[in-house]
């Protein structure tokens, strides 16, 4: 094996400046990225690169991190920032518009739900640039603009409102000074937002720099802030659609075979009457009593779970009361039905769920429950569901058999091939993910992960028109749209 050539004096130095540069920022980014991002900086330093290039793309790399994991704890990065600057002899604002014209691009931030990517990247802008406030805003269908996301202070003020609004309207200087600026966010050609900021009078300059690229970031955020709402219209019509249908069907449940049972019941109880009319000898009159007795307990029992099955199927049931009261009633009414012992635990509030999002949820943890029941021959059953910044997971965990999903999931037919896919397609359709850990002899786990509901309904028809999707008049099919 060769060995790796020795590197010079100032090379070592080079790569212990690296270190030294990037430990303050080690509480605020994930260790593997800041040291995937040292690497990188290593590797670069190694091949003969410029130390201050090297080190310029690794705090990028850490501080569009931090800006995702903590975004409201980047203010800690601005003294780590000046001593970087110290320690590679360039300026406090050159380095800072090099570290943010690479930042603002970074996947990390841009590949974040929109509603996330838009506050990291004012965190960035405000930390990199010394802003006292930053503000994205987008057109409305009024002509007007919406505040998406702000921090700091001062720049989501009515003055800011009036300020993005004319930079949007093509007259940015008007009410703009030196404590509050602004810039038009374009998509096409055309300003379909803006973002406002209150600089620093010290920081001016780099806010200036930096502004550019900010602004055309924010573009490709309302781009996928459009898109996603575009899906999430498509998707709430396609649960709305599979809820009718399941709708439907408890209606029929209890037209068709509940009816059936409360006649069959009838029928049994009048042949124990028939039978007593025959003049039947008293034993075989008992055997066939209790017979009848038994078959209308058990005829009972299925009375119960179809008239509990088709009031699951009402989505009522999950939009119109708690949604974690009815999370827990669906783990008990397993429990009752099963015999099995089947733990709840519920962690953060669901509230900010969709009601797709919740219906979604509620069928699946139906579905899962389901093939435990029927399938996994489990004792016993954890239910784990938690609401997190990213969104929501649930994770349904049993002590039964086990399988091999893969072997499972590639099988042509089966009831729980798909429920299983059943389940993978409908948190495919809200972004979401459904995976599942077993093996022969179990345990098994299935995690279920939908991503927040990170949209603005209220915008929805007014970026759609703001970013170029004209709708029709009132009246008229293309009619173009008066006032803008």
């Given at each position: 094996m060769t060995k790796p050539p020795p590197i010079s004096s100032r090379t070592a130095d080079a790569l212990r400046a690296l270190e030294s540069l990037a430990?303050?920022?080690?509480?605020?980014?994930?260790?593997?990225?800041?040291?995937?991002?040292?690497?990188?900086?290593?590797?670069?330093?190694?091949?003969?690169h410029d130390v201050s290039l090297a080190a310029t793309s690794a705090l990028a790399s850490i501080l569009a991190g931090a800006a995702r994991e903590h975004a409201e704890r980047l203010d800690e990065a601005a003294g780590a920032l000046a001593a970087a600057a110290e320690a590679l002899e360039v300026s406090e604002a050159a380095l800072a518009v090099a570290v943010g014209e690479r930042a603002f691009l970074e996947t990390s931030v841009l590949l974040l739900p929109p509603m996330l990517a838009a506050g990291s990247l004012l965190h960035l802008f405000r930390t990199l640039a010394g802003l006292r406030g930053a503000a994205l805003w987008a057109r409305d269908a009024s002509g007007g603009v919406a505040a998406i996301r702000a921090v700091g202070s001062g720049a989501d003020t009515p003055r800011a409102r009036d300020l993005a609004c004319g930079t949007v309207a093509g007259n940015g200087d008007a009410g703009s000074d030196s404590s509050l600026v602004a810039a038009p966010v374009h998509r096409h050609g055309h300003a379909v937002g803006a973002v406002t900021l209150r600089p620093a009078r010290a920081t001016a300059g780099r806010a200036a720099e930096l502004l550019p690229t900010c602004a055309a970031v924010a573009a490709t955020i309302l781009d996928r802030l459009l898109l996603l709402e575009r899906r999430a219209t498509a998707e709430r019509i396609l649960v709305e659609a599979g809820e009718h249908r399941l709708r439907r069907l408890g209606l029929d449940l209890h037209d068709g075979p509940l009816q059936g049972t409360a006649q069959l019941a009838g029928e049994l109880r009048l042949l124990g009457d028939e039978a007593v009319e025959l003049g039947l000898a008293p034993e075989p009159l008992e055997k066939l009593r209790g017979r009848i007795d038994d078959l209308l307990a058990r005829l009972r029992s299925v009375d119960d779970e179809l008239r509990e099955l088709a009031s699951s199927f009402e989505s009522r049931v999950v939009l119109n009361a708690s949604f974690e009261t009815a999370l827990a009633d669906e783990v008990a009414a397993f429990e009752r039905r099963s015999g099995?012992?089947?733990?709840?635990?519920?962690?953060?509030?669901?509230?900010?769920?969709?009601?797709?999002?919740?219906?979604?949820?509620?069928?699946?943890?139906?579905?899962?429950l389901a093939n435990v029941r029927q399938h996994s021959g489990a004792r016993t059953i954890a239910v784990r569901v938690a609401a997190e910044v990213a969104g929501v997971r649930a994770e349904i965990t049993d002590d039964g058999v086990g399988f091999d999903p893969r072997r499972l999931l590639s099988q042509s037919s089966g009831r729980r091939r798909l429920g299983l896919a059943g389940m993978r397609e409908r948190a495919q359709l809200l972004g979401g993910s459904v995976e599942v850990e077993s093996k022969p002899g179990g345990p098994t786990r299935v995690s279920i992960f939908l991503p927040a509901s990170m949209t603005l309904p209220d915008l929805v028809e007014d970026l759609v028109w703001a970013l170029g999707d004209p709708r029709p008049e009132p009246g008229g099919e293309d009619g173009e749209r008066g006032g803008a």
């Open positions: 430990e303050p920022l080690r509480p605020l980014a994930p260790a593997r990225l800041v040291d995937a991002a040292l690497e990188r900086a290593r590797g670069r330093v190694r091949d003969g099995k012992r089947a733990r709840f635990q519920l962690q953060g509030s669901l509230e900010g769920l969709s009601p797709s999002q919740r219906i979604a949820l509620y069928r699946m943890l139906q579905e899962a």
